[in-house]
Structure formats: structure tokens, C-alpha cells
């Protein structure tokens, strides 16, 4: 069993890291927005396996919060994008 | 038991994770990557929550994992939307391979209208010269693409 949970550790670690060359290499803004967006879900996936290690019940209450604030950044990303201002990709 | 089905729904949800991150990095254009980032993800985070409800076996963690759940199937397909939408009216360019795009013929990006075809036929061409252009195209052209 704790060979899995490092194991589930291991390899969202490894997303993670996929997931910040696709907001680094990103050609346009909206392929960012949607690395960002991927990031936090594995977040919310790290904070669940975290919260099983430690037998930690109140950690599921950050996970709320952080899928919360993931889709408020991205539909605001949204009509920034829709809306028009400065980009600068 | 309990502890072996727990293991592999931790690991099958980590898994789809990282499917998720590699269809973001090796996909061609930004519709792909929404393709596979979206579903992946939320197929993640669905088992990995059921993993730690199993886990700890309470009501209140079955409640907040439920909740989590639940936001997330909510949410994700309504910011894939909004974040889709707002890429195709910025411009982005599609997938060389792409063989259909059916806004395209529809949608004019000047005044930022969309024009159903349905419409078009049932009236004639009396439609077509009103529809896209002229006064409208500057007004439309200045709000939606500064």
C-alpha cells in the first residue's frame, strides 16, 4: 500500500513536470490557460493522496478550494481573452 | 481487500493523470490538448477521490470527496467551453489535419456574428449583404478584437 501511494506520488509528480513545459513552450495564451488548468487538477489529485497518507481528513477541504479557484482563474482567463486587452504570447 | 482495490484505484487515477499531461505536451493544436486534458483529468481526480473514500471509510469524507467530485464533473466541461470558445474567436490555427470546421463558412469574424445556414436558404439572398458588413463590421471589429 505504500508502495502505491509513492508510486501515485511518483507519477503525478512526473505530470506535473509535463505539464509546465507545455506552459512554457505554450505558442498562445489559451494553451497555457488549459496547462494551468491540468496543473490544478493534479493538485487536487496530490492533496487527496496527501490527505490518505497523513490520515488527514480536513486536507479534502483545500482540495475544494483549490478546484474552486481553478475554475474561477479560468473562466476569467476566458473573457480576458474574449473581451480583448494587451496579449503578449 | 479493501486495501488492494484502494491501491488500484490510486493508481489507475494517477494514470489518467498522466495521460492527461502527455496528451497536453505531444498534441498539435489547442482543441486536441483540451480533448485529451479535460477528460483525462476528470477521470483522475473521479477515481483517485473514490480511492481516498475508501480509505478512510467516514460519512464526512464520503461527503467531501462526493463534493469534490461532483464540482469537478461540473466545472470542467464548462471552463473547456469558455476557454475553447475564447481560443477559436482569438485566432488560434487549428490542426493542419483538421477536416472539418463547420464555424468557419458561418461565422464572420469582423463583426463577430454567426450566421446560420439554415437561415440563408429559407431567405434568399436578400440576407447576405446586411448580414455581413458595412456598418456593423467596424463598430463589432473595434469591441471584440482590440
Given at each position: 500500500m505504500q508502495i502505491l501511494t509513492h508510486l501515485?506520488?511518483?507519477?503525478?509528480?512526473?505530470?506535473?513536470?509535463?505539464?509546465?513545459?507545455?506552459?512554457?513552450?505554450?505558442?498562445?495564451?489559451?494553451?497555457?490557460?488549459?496547462?494551468?488548468?491540468?496543473l490544478s487538477m493534479i493538485i487536487v489529485g496530490i492533496i487527496g493522496i496527501h490527505a490518505l497518507q497523513s490520515d488527514e481528513t480536513s486536507f479534502l477541504d483545500v482540495a475544494i478550494v483549490v478546484a474552486l479557484m481553478s475554475f474561477l482563474a479560468t473562466i476569467g482567463f476566458a473573457r480576458f481573452l474574449e473581451r480583448g486587452g494587451r496579449r503578449d504570447d | 481487500?479493501?486495501?488492494?482495490?484502494?491501491?488500484?484505484?490510486?493508481?489507475?487515477?494517477?494514470?489518467?493523470?498522466?495521460?492527461?499531461?502527455?496528451?497536453?505536451?505531444?498534441?498539435?493544436?489547442?482543441?486536441?490538448?483540451?480533448?485529451a486534458s479535460t477528460k483525462g483529468a476528470s477521470l483522475g481526480v473521479m477515481l483517485l477521490m473514490a480511492g481516498v473514500a475508501l480509505h478512510f471509510l467516514e460519512e464526512v469524507v464520503f461527503a467531501r470527496t462526493i463534493a469534490i467530485t461532483?464540482?469537478?464533473?461540473?466545472?470542467?466541461?464548462?471552463?473547456?467551453?469558455?476557454?475553447?470558445?475564447?481560443?477559436y474567436f482569438v485566432g488560434i490555427e487549428l490542426w493542419k489535419g483538421t477536416s472539418k470546421d463547420e464555424l468557419r463558412p458561418n461565422y464572420n469574424p469582423l463583426s463577430h456574428r454567426l450566421h446560420s445556414g439554415l437561415k440563408k436558404t429559407a431567405?434568399?439572398?436578400?440576407?447576405?449583404?446586411?448580414?455581413?458588413?458595412?456598418?456593423?463590421?467596424?463598430?463589432?471589429?473595434?469591441?471584440?478584437?482590440?
Open positions: 501515485s506520488f511518483a507519477i503525478l509528480s512526473v505530470s506535473m513536470v509535463l505539464c509546465f513545459v507545455r506552459m512554457v513552450i505554450g505558442p498562445s495564451l489559451p494553451d497555457r490557460v488549459v496547462a494551468l488548468e491540468l | 481487500m479493501i486495501e488492494l482495490l484502494q491501491g488500484l484505484l490510486l493508481l489507475a487515477g494517477s494514470l489518467f493523470m498522466f495521460v492527461a499531461a502527455l496528451g497536453i505536451v505531444r498534441l498539435p493544436d489547442l482543441l486536441t490538448r483540451m480533448h461532483f464540482f469537478v464533473l461540473m466545472t470542467a466541461p464548462v471552463a473547456a467551453h469558455a476557454i475553447g470558445r475564447a481560443g431567405r434568399g439572398a436578400e440576407t447576405d449583404a446586411p448580414n455581413d458588413g458595412g456598418s456593423e463590421s467596424g463598430k463589432g471589429g473595434s469591441d471584440t478584437r482590440a
